[in-house]
């Protein structure tokens, strides 16, 4: 149902610095059921973005040793609305033995945050 929400951005991935883009198609149905008067991108979708995106860069920065396994903690700052392009930035990691744990952000080119939080990944068996 919420296919073509996000489209990511290959110009504006940069695994070096860990950061991927996506543009938001604020032509999409969702808009018209989700405020439609003052549409906004719901959060467990942005949410579903950081997380895919993270995963995306950690397997390939660590050949696919990791898989996700919980979102520790997210603080959603302000609403991303239609027409948006977002950037998640890895910020920090910690890793452990059997872990890795990263701090995120979701921000704009303007340096606007919506989103900051952690979430955990263990070694794959």
Not at 42 to 61: E, K, M, Q, T
């Amino acid at each position: 149902m919420y296919a073509n929400i996000l489209y990511p951005d290959e110009q504006l991935a940069d695994r070096k610095i860990a950061k991927i883009g996506a543009h938001i198609n604020a032509r999409h149905s969702l808009f018209d059921e989700h405020f439609s008067k003052n549409p906004i991108l719901p959060g467990a979708i942005s949410l579903h973005f950081c997380v895919v995106a993270i995963c995306r860069i950690i397997s390939f920065s660590e050949s696919g040793k990791f898989v996700f396994s919980e979102i520790e903690k997210v603080n959603f700052i302000q609403p991303i609305k239609p027409y948006s392009t977002i950037n998640l930035e890895i910020l920090h990691t910690v890793k452990g033995q059997e872990y890795l744990r990263v701090l995120f952000e979701l921000n704009n080119k303007n340096a606007d945050k919506f989103i900051k939080g952690y979430i955990k990944l263990e070694r794959r068996l």
